[in-house]
């Protein structure tokens, strides 16, 4: 019973969240036009809440006779919809820190797809491998509430993608940046160091999980690895748009009085129109 404890109480912490960043999200988002990073934030924000309660109905509900594969594919979809998409937030804003270079755009995009197809792909071959069906065995339900060993693969390409980014990030900051006051510039790299390290914890814990611990409990940072996605996604949004606002009112300050206004060169369409 550990696992369904862990994962609705954290669904629990999700929808106060979500309420707790709500007035943000007004400010920041809810006049802006439509474009990739909205769709990619809507998506992270919102979907998470499905991905979860369908984690939570697997993790309470009895379906002893009942075939759950279908149920449990799409459940599995929409996780990784989620998460993509937070990753996708996290892509782009890398992208707009080392200046809008199209070349590491699309190195990442095709090593994000790599990743993916990668990670589904193997983490069902393993685990065809491992378990193969025995004919002669009486059926058995496919309900329960476990995750195979083989799902720490996914994590590891997770870990992996993340340190890339992170590795990015870093380089980019004492190359280009080591001299820049801007809050802007602070918030993408201290806010996207934070992040990343936050996901790369729980993603080592879940892997340590799945290898090691009884079975039983090996979904029990499901909902938390999801969740976390969601939530620091949508604040590094936040505050990144709190930034580039604070930036811009500093610079009208200064032009008003008559002195110049320094402006990053970052201050482009680093976070998504206006």
């Not at 939570?56 to 594919?73: G, K, L, P, V």
């Not at 890398?94 to 193997?122: D, E, G, M, P």
């Not at 997770?158 to 809050?183: G, P």
């Amino acid at each position: 019973m550990v696992a369904p404890i862990v994962n609705i109480g954290i669904q629990t912490s999700k929808i106060f969240d979500y309420f707790l960043t709500l007035e943000p999200e007004v400010r920041w988002t809810w006049n802006r036009r439509w474009n990739v990073i909205r769709v990619l934030f809507v998506i992270s924000r919102y979907m998470a809440f499905a991905a979860a309660g369908m984690t939570a109905y697997a993790a309470i509900a009895t379906r002893a006779n009942e075939d759950c594969r279908h149920f449990s594919q799409a459940s599995n979809a929409i996780h990784i919809i989620s998460i993509v998409a937070a990753e996708g937030l996290l892509i782009i804003r890398t992208y707009a820190f080392w200046k809008q270079n199209k070349r590491l755009l699309a190195v990442l995009l095709v090593l994000a797809a790599i990743s993916i197809a990668c990670a589904v792909s193997i983490t069902q071959v393993i685990g065809n491998l491992a378990a193969p069906p025995d004919p002669s065995a009486p059926p058995t339900s496919n309900c329960t509430f476990e995750a195979g060993r083989s799902s720490a693969i996914q994590y590891g390409f997770l870990v992996a993608y993340e340190l890339l980014l992170m590795s990015l990030t870093v380089f980019k900051r004492y190359q280009d940046y080591r001299d820049s006051n801007s809050r802007l510039v602070r918030a993408i790299f201290h806010g996207g160091v934070r992040y990343m390290t936050a996901i790369i914890f729980v993603s080592i814990v879940n892997i340590l999980i799945m290898s090691v611990v009884p079975q039983s409990y090996d979904e029990m940072m499901d909902v938390p690895q999801l969740v976390l996605h969601s939530m620091l996604a949508s604040r590094v949004l936040f505050s990144l748009r709190e930034s580039d606002q604070d930036d811009l009112n500093e610079a009208s300050l200064q032009m008003s009085t008559f002195r110049p206004a320094h402006r990053d060169p970052m201050h482009t369409s680093l976070i998504g129109g206006s």
